[in-house]
């Protein structure tokens, strides 16, 4: 299984509500990446975790609250969003901080209206 | 810090035909890894092709090949015999080597390939 696997694909929320992004894989990786790729830009990394502790905050502002209960999963919590939030969220897994190679999911297309 | 350039927003080439991606980098350290990545509509990153900075030689898979010139820190990416399958997004990106702190991407070539 070399799957990362993101789940919803697409989701619309209101500025007032709270959802959550959830990323999964099962091929042993204790790195995981979240990144956000606005329309037309490549991707920008938002958090590392590294053997379930954050390691990198890519200075996101607190309306974004990632979460990483075990190994194999990555969440990311949304509230209080701004419609200039609305990118693709995409999450990426590696077998540690220091291995070459990322594996990607198919991102989380994400409207704030 | 570094940074990634790609100079070509767009690129158009016939089937079956070779198409070269530009991508130049800049950075202080010695110690590094070059990616380049294709998105398809698909939206999942897929990795083509990856070059270790210590390693002259240059990396090859299948069809694809890279052009790495340390010296020049330029890294392009050759498409040989184009498939239609090849459209998509090519994303050049950099990730240091003395840990991960995640890549870091150019802008992006769009491929169109001509039928």
């Known amino acids: 299984d070399t799957e990362v696997t993101q789940t919803p694909k697409h989701l619309v929320m209101g500025m007032t509500n709270k959802k959550s992004l959830k990323c999964e894989q099962h091929?042993?990786?204790?790195?995981m990446y979240w990144y956000k790729q606005k329309a037309k830009k490549p991707p920008e990394l938002m958090f590392v975790?590294?053997?379930?502790?954050?390691?990198i905050n890519e200075s996101v502002p607190s309306r974004f609250s990632p979460e990483c209960p075990n190994s194999s999963l990555l969440n990311l919590h949304l509230h209080a969003l701004q419609p200039e939030d609305s990118a693709l969220y995409l999450c990426?897994?590696?077998?540690?901080?220091?291995?070459?190679?990322?594996?990607f999911g198919q991102g989380t297309r994400l409207t704030v209206v | 810090a570094q940074t990634v350039t790609q100079s070509q927003p767009e690129m158009s080439v016939q089937e079956a035909e070779t198409v070269t991606l530009s991508c130049t980098y800049d950075t202080s350290e010695s110690d590094y890894y070059l990616f380049w990545y294709k998105q398809p509509p698909s939206r999942q990153m897929i990795l083509v092709i990856r070059q270790e900075a210590y390693k002259q030689q240059n990396a090859t898979e299948n069809r694809f090949s890279v052009n790495f010139q340390k010296a020049a820190k330029s890294f392009s990416l050759k498409i040989s015999d184009s498939q239609l399958g090849d459209a998509a997004m090519y994303f050049c990106?950099?990730?240091?080597?003395?840990?991960?702190?995640?890549?870091?991407f150019g802008k992006g070539t769009h491929l169109i390939i001509q039928p």
């Open positions: 990426a897994s590696s077998f540690d901080r220091d291995s070459i190679e990322a594996f």
């Open positions: 091929m042993g990786h204790r790195a």
């Open positions: 990106a950099y990730r240091s080597g003395g840990g991960a702190d995640g890549l870091t």
């Open positions: 975790y590294s053997y379930e502790k954050l390691s």
